[in-house]
């Protein structure tokens, strides 16, 4: 009896070992499952969070819509950056420069009749940007003969501003314009319009709510103009006197004439409203004009024949394009601190350096280089060129969307 009730304990110990046994290899399977279960839902929730912050990432690259006026080959660019897209814009006539309103939508651009406004004249740098005395002499001959030339041809398609519609690229609105429009500029709204005739001496404002036009007189050949930051003024800057016309917008006439300097060729100003800048082709300099006083207070020595000048939004820098001639090419741009000015770096870029636009996040600038037909692309966090793209023959002026 002893003997049976042992192994009877013994049996039934074994019975319980066992099933201990079977109900932690249960318990080590399920855990596993478990384990193998959860590595692809972890797997796919990490690609999930890598999707959304690549999507986040693309979402935050910027899309640049760079408009570029090719004079000689009577188009315009449209560079859509940087997705390397490009599309051209068939002129009846050479475009000169550009600027986008981006209330509207609209470019607006400077046409003179096609093949008699620089085809021949034009190769010094347009509208006599040389890089001395006797050229520019010169050109003010070769300007009188185009004149007549200009006046020949059939009414639409001689000197006038265009706008175009920047989503379907089709023309929007057109003004005649006096003699050599050269450039153009638009108020924030969209509703002002402003010109310079290089060949009358005048600036022409046209208010398109009210579709009437006002023709102020300046200094000897106006050029390059910009508005200012308040909307109050545009500066004009008058390459054969060498001054800068500043006109009062509402008032329409011109209410100062500021000495600069030699070949003052294109205006530019700080977007806090401090400076005003007229960059001299001649002197080698940039002119800074202290708008509170309407006074030049400091002449800059920057590179060789500089053109056009543009201030990045956020006032750290103001950055000159600098062309030289046909015959003695300039290949840089200098950038210049708005808290010192003075110039911190002298960067290459492509051969006649003229047009610069600055976009609004300040991060590129974006120059035309005149005579290699093309754009550099400026990285301002580094201050390096990053791109160089083809565009029309002759890019001229430049804006950015």
């Known amino acids: 009896m002893a003997r049976k009730t042992i192994l009877l304990f013994i049996s039934i110990l074994t019975a319980v070992l066992l099933l201990a046994a079977c109900g932690e290899e249960a318990d080590s399977a399920v855990a596993e499952n478990n384990v193998n279960n959860e590595g692809p839902a972890q797997e796919n929730a990490v690609n999930e969070e890598e999707t959304e912050e690549n999507a986040a990432n693309e979402a935050a690259v910027e899309e640049y819509i760079v408009t570029v006026a090719n004079e000689k080959d009577e188009t315009l660019s449209v560079i859509y950056y940087p997705e390397g897209r490009q599309e051209l814009i068939e002129l009846d006539g050479q475009a000169h420069n550009v600027e986008v309103n981006k209330e509207t939508g609209l470019i607006w651009v400077t046409i003179n009749p096609p093949h008699g406004h620089g085809h021949d004249d034009e190769e010094d740098g347009g509208h006599g940007h040389n890089n001395n005395e006797t050229n520019n002499d010169n050109h003010n001959n070769d300007e009188e003969n185009n004149h007549g030339h200009g006046s020949e041809h059939d009414e639409g398609t001689g000197e006038k501003v265009v706008a175009y519609d920047i989503y379907t690229l089709e023309k929007a609105e057109e003004y005649a314009a006096g003699s050599h429009p050269a450039h153009v500029s638009i108020t924030k709204d969209g509703n002002t319009v402003v010109f310079s005739n290089s060949g009358d001496n005048t600036v022409t404002i046209i208010d398109r709510v009210t579709e009437e036009a006002a023709v102020i007189e300046t200094g000897e050949y106006?050029?390059?103009?910009?508005?200012?930051?308040?909307?109050?003024?545009?500066?004009?800057?008058?390459?054969?006197?060498?001054?800068?016309?500043?006109?009062?917008?509402?008032?329409?006439?011109?209410?100062?004439?500021?000495?600069?300097?030699?070949?003052?060729?294109?205006?530019?100003?700080?977007?806090?409203?401090?400076?005003?800048?007229?960059?001299?082709?001649?002197?080698?300099?940039?002119?800074?004009?202290?708008?509170?006083?309407?006074?030049?207070?400091?002449?800059?020595?920057?590179?060789?024949?500089?053109?056009?000048?543009?201030?990045?939004?956020?006032?750290?820098?103001?950055?000159?394009?600098?062309?030289?001639?046909?015959?003695?090419?300039?290949?840089?741009?200098?950038?210049?601190?708005?808290?010192?000015?003075?110039?911190?770096?002298?960067?290459?870029?492509?051969?006649?350096?003229?047009?610069?636009?600055?976009?609004?996040?300040?991060?590129?600038?974006?120059?035309?280089?005149?005579?290699?037909?093309?754009?550099?692309?400026?990285?301002?966090?580094?201050?390096?060129?990053?791109?160089?793209?083809?565009?029309?023959?002759?890019?001229?002026?430049?804006?950015?969307?």
């Open 222 to 401: 106006p050029h390059g103009l910009r508005i200012s930051p308040d909307q109050d003024y545009a500066y004009v800057a008058n390459m054969h006197s060498g001054d800068v016309s500043i006109i009062d917008l509402e008032e329409k006439t011109e209410v100062n004439r500021i000495p600069a300097g030699e070949g003052a060729v294109q205006t530019g100003f700080s977007h806090d409203g401090k400076y005003a800048f007229a960059g001299l082709h001649l002197a080698n300099q940039l002119a800074v004009i202290e708008t509170a006083s309407q006074e030049l207070i400091k002449t800059i020595d920057i590179g060789v024949g500089p053109v056009q000048m543009y201030a990045s939004y956020d006032n750290e820098y103001v950055i000159v394009a600098n062309q030289g001639s046909a015959d003695s090419p300039s290949d840089t741009i200098s950038i210049i601190s708005l808290d010192e000015l003075e110039v911190v770096k002298e960067l290459q870029v492509g051969k006649g350096a003229h047009g610069i636009v600055i976009s609004d996040d300040s991060r590129y600038a974006f120059v035309t280089n005149m005579f290699e037909d093309t754009i550099s692309v400026v990285d301002l966090v580094t201050l390096e060129e990053t791109e160089r793209i083809d565009t029309g023959t002759y890019p001229n002026g430049i804006s950015v969307y």
